[in-house]
């Protein structure tokens, strides 16, 4: 019975904030029909208010983005994987968009139990590293914890066998970061990258470091850190040659549309506020072998931690 | 003729799948010599025996299949290790990493942080060391709830012999650990690895 009041409350208090939350939030996302919409968080199971504060600002967001996935990039519970942990760091923040069948896909994190693959709500069939398909998007989920031989052959005869136009990677730690804490993981990188541009992956997301940051195309590829939708390093971001855009002041997530050869994210924080954005163009190469994409634009409501780049083809 | 190479072909190809593939899938690149091949497959012998041991230990419990039910994957996972700990009470450091074996390791794992990746390598393996908060583990304790994994360097996953799906080698400190990732629990260890 308490647990049912709790669950009732809490999603009246996110309700209410939803209503107040509503005109804060500006959404840029075209919303083209057949178009494949989903969100990023990463680092974000801490149970604490920040995390719910973000779970209601994607509750806004979904108001006017009905996003169908939500990708999870690890670190989805701290600090154990008792049956309370995944009720108070995942199943009560994210209640309405698991209610409203929101499915959420996620990779394994260093806090993260392995077992944590079994938990269906996860998406991972008792897998640590899976692949799945939405729309003309292919999703390479991995497990960059334990990156072993059997993986890498796995995901080089995945990438090969992909028939989609976009090709999306995702797994916890970041082959570039600039964050301090952590920063790029550049063994991880020796190995991944060559296969990432083989076989023409666009899009590459990561968490581990507690910040937001787009790094500037690397090898043709884009990397993004999204890994403060929970756990924040305030200032953590030291912006180098490698920061495209990037944010340490607040927590934050990402939407992402893809509608055809355009893939279109937006970032917001945890008070409302754009604080990135842009649209990335697939470019077919006339050989076919892989498609390489060129971004444009970046604006927010933080025009100073944002940039504009348009990429020549 | 032409009929006789194709089936000479077939049978080659026969051979090779299955005497040689199954030895190469056991671990991650060819061992250097003879006395190398020798040290990893009585590893993997071993390993292979631990895994068979633990495939029936698990088969006497409800099968864990994906569940929104969190009491029934941790009610698993316990279990798992419980019955697994009382089938190798009598379990000793060493039992899979035999002398012979953890000279072998111990020699690759020094290369590897002596050599131009070290640094890599004991960057990657710092992060979020579970040693600055966790006393020393043994063989049969359970990894603790809460603390966090080291990433096992991936240049070195490419120099060990390869683990099956149920095991995963896990640094702890400077020590190296053999654990099953479902039951959480040390299989075995090899003291002071790193250098």
Not at chain 1, 96 to 107: K, M, Q, R
Not at chain 1, 111 to 133: A, C, L
Not at chain 2, 111 to 120: C, D, P, Q, Y
Request: contains cysteine; proline residues 5%.
């Amino acid at each position: 019975m308490s647990h049912m009041r709790r669950s009732a409350f809490v999603s009246c208090v996110a309700l209410a904030a939803i209503g107040l939350s509503l005109c804060a939030q500006e959404l840029t996302l075209p919303l083209k029909p057949d178009s494949v919409r989903f969100a990023v968080i990463g680092d974000m199971g801490t149970g604490e208010k920040p995390q719910y504060e973000v779970a209601e600002q994607m509750i806004v967001a979904r108001q006017k983005f009905p996003f169908e996935f939500v990708v999870a990039l690890g670190d989805n519970l701290y600090g154990g994987s008792a049956p309370s942990d995944y009720e108070s760091k995942f199943e009560q923040p994210y209640k309405l968009l698991l209610d409203a069948g929101v499915n959420f896909y996620a990779v394994l994190g260093n806090h993260d139990s392995p077992n944590e693959r079994f938990y269906k709500p996860f998406n991972m069939n008792g897998q640590k590293y899976y692949t799945y398909k939405k729309g003309n998007v292919r999703f390479f989920a991995l497990d960059s914890n334990y990156m072993n031989p059997q993986q890498l052959s796995w995901l080089e005869t995945e990438l090969q066998n992909s028939g989609s136009d976009w090709k999306i990677c995702y797994f916890h730690h970041p082959l570039y970061s600039s964050g301090a804490f952590h920063g790029s993981s550049i063994e991880l990188r020796h190995m991944l990258e060559p296969l990432f541009v083989k076989y023409g992956v666009q899009v590459v997301l990561a968490g581990h470091d507690h910040v937001y940051e787009r790094v500037k195309p690397q090898k043709g590829i884009y990397y993004f850190t999204e890994g403060a939708s929970g756990s924040l390093r305030k200032g953590n971001l030291r912006k180098k040659d490698l920061t495209e855009a990037g944010y340490d002041q607040d927590r934050s997530f990402m939407l992402v549309e893809i509608a055809g050869d355009e893939l279109y994210f937006q970032t917001i924080s945890r008070k409302g506020l754009t604080i990135d954005s842009g649209v990335i163009r697939r470019v077919v190469k006339i050989s076919g072998a892989a498609s390489w994409p060129a971004l444009r634009s970046g604006h927010g409501d933080l025009p100073d931690r944002t940039a504009v780049n348009a990429i020549a083809f | 003729m032409k009929r006789r190479i194709r089936v000479t072909c077939l049978l080659i190809g026969f051979f090779l799948f299955a005497f040689v593939a199954p030895g190469f899938t056991g671990q991650s690149r060819a061992p250097r010599d003879k006395e190398e091949a020798r040290d990893f497959k009585i590893f993997t012998d071993r390993v292979q025996e631990y895994v068979k041991m633990q495939k029936d230990m698990e088969a006497s419990l409800p099968t864990l299949k994906p569940t929104k039910d969190v009491e029934q994957i941790v009610e698993h996972q316990r279990a798992l290790a419980g019955k697994i700990a009382d089938a190798r009470r009598a379990a000793r450091q060493g039992d899979i990493f035999t002398h012979e074996v953890a000279e072998r390791f111990r020699k690759i794992i020094r290369s590897e942080f002596h050599g131009a990746e070290g640094r890599l390598a004991r960057q990657t393996i710092r992060q979020d060391d579970p040693s600055k908060v966790i006393a020393r583990l043994h063989v049969n304790d359970v990894f603790p709830e809460g603390i966090p994994l080291t990433t096992t360097p991936p240049t070195l996953l490419l120099k060990l012999p390869e683990l099956p799906l149920e095991l995963a080698y896990r640094f702890v400190g400077r020590d190296l650990t053999l654990i099953d990732i479902q039951a959480r629990l040390i299989v075995d260890l090899i003291p002071n690895v790193i250098p």
